[in-house]
């Protein structure tokens, strides 16, 4: 004769979880978001296309600062000659604008951060490719604690790599700019070395953390890569185009300006050129007058955030509401 057995309730959504089982699992594991957090690390430590995603992003970020640099260099040295109408080239080279030396430095973030995306998408996709996601749900039943864990630690290493490369870039830069004289920062632009040595790294994770809600959207690696690189240029690249229209051209325009690489873009660079400006920028055609939504630095970096958090807490809500495929 054989034991009864008995079988665990089902979760009353109709999921084809066991909430009671998955409940009394955590409880006596005693499951923690620390000890979730250094096992997403061990995990992802242990790939290795994330050695080599990170990486590619900080060598990017270091290339493109020195690429700049060398441009810089080269037009401090070379001057029009009004009365031949020639270029010539200078002995003495010409003074170089200090806020040049801080875009240089993360002028190649915003391409850098469509790795750092894919490193993003992979973090989670990757395990509903090998299914090592059932066993990782097993482990850790607390699916809004998994995914924050890994949101955790693979926006930490992205802000890792983007600190050295933002770090490694401004050292080129200086480097290749050395004996050149280099002209002081106005008085708006008092805030770009924050901006550029603390906020492109936080950016490059914000850009980590969003991507990975996006590939907790999809579930799917080439899904996930589709979609991250859909809203980040082709999505753009139909508003521009669409903005062609006179008529359409202050909404077009206006949403182009707050897709993320938009907002990227402008949150690092925009305080060169308008940087306490208004908001509300008028483009002029003709004799009519265009009103278009326009953010300023600081308005740009709360789009870019509130994208991340948007595209995090859906991928919350699939994950904790999905059965894995």
Do not use: H
Not at 268 to 290: E, F, P, Q, R, Y
Request: hydrophobic share 50%; charged share 10%; net charge positive.
């Amino acid at each position: 004769m054989t034991a009864p057995t008995t079988t665990p309730a089902r979760n009353a959504a109709g999921n084809g979880g066991y909430t009671t089982g998955r409940r009394m699992a955590a409880s006596r594991l005693k499951l923690t978001y620390i000890g979730s957090v250094r096992a997403e690390l061990t995990k992802l430590a242990s790939i290795k296309s994330t050695c080599w995603l990170l990486g590619v992003a900080a060598l990017l970020i270091v290339a493109g600062g020195a690429i700049s640099a060398w441009s810089y260099k080269a037009m401090a040295f070379m001057d029009y000659n009004v009365e031949t109408g020639e270029m010539v080239t200078l002995t003495t080279p010409k003074p170089v604008e200090a806020a040049y030396i801080w875009t240089s430095t993360v002028g190649m973030i915003t391409t850098a951060s469509l790795v750092f995306g894919i490193f993003g998408v992979m973090s989670i996709t990757s395990e509903y490719t090998n299914l090592t996601i059932q066993s990782g749900f097993v482990a850790n039943p607390r699916r809004g604690m998994y995914l924050a864990a890994k949101a955790t630690v693979a926006g930490a290493l992205s802000l890792l790599a983007s600190l050295v490369g933002v770090g490694l870039s401004w050292a080129a830069v200086r480097g290749i700019l050395s004996g050149i004289e280099i002209t002081p920062l106005t008085q708006s632009q008092r805030l770009l070395p924050v901006v550029c040595i603390l906020g492109g790294p936080v950016a490059s994770m914000l850009m980590t953390i969003m991507s990975l809600g996006l590939g907790a959207i999809c579930r799917s690696t080439v899904g996930g890569v589709f979609a991250l690189i859909g809203l980040w240029t082709i999505l753009p690249s139909m508003l521009s185009i669409a903005a062609f229209s006179e008529k359409l051209r202050p909404a077009f325009q206006s949403l182009s300006n707050c897709m993320p690489s938009s907002a990227l873009g402008d949150f690092l660079n925009g305080m060169v050129g308008n940087a306490m400006d208004s908001g509300l920028s008028i483009g002029v055609t003709g004799d009519s007058k265009i009103d278009y939504f326009d953010p300023t630095w600081w308005q740009s970096g709360l789009i870019f955030l509130a994208w991340a958090a948007v595209a995090y807490a859906i991928g919350q809500l699939v994950i904790r509401r999905s059965d894995v495929k």
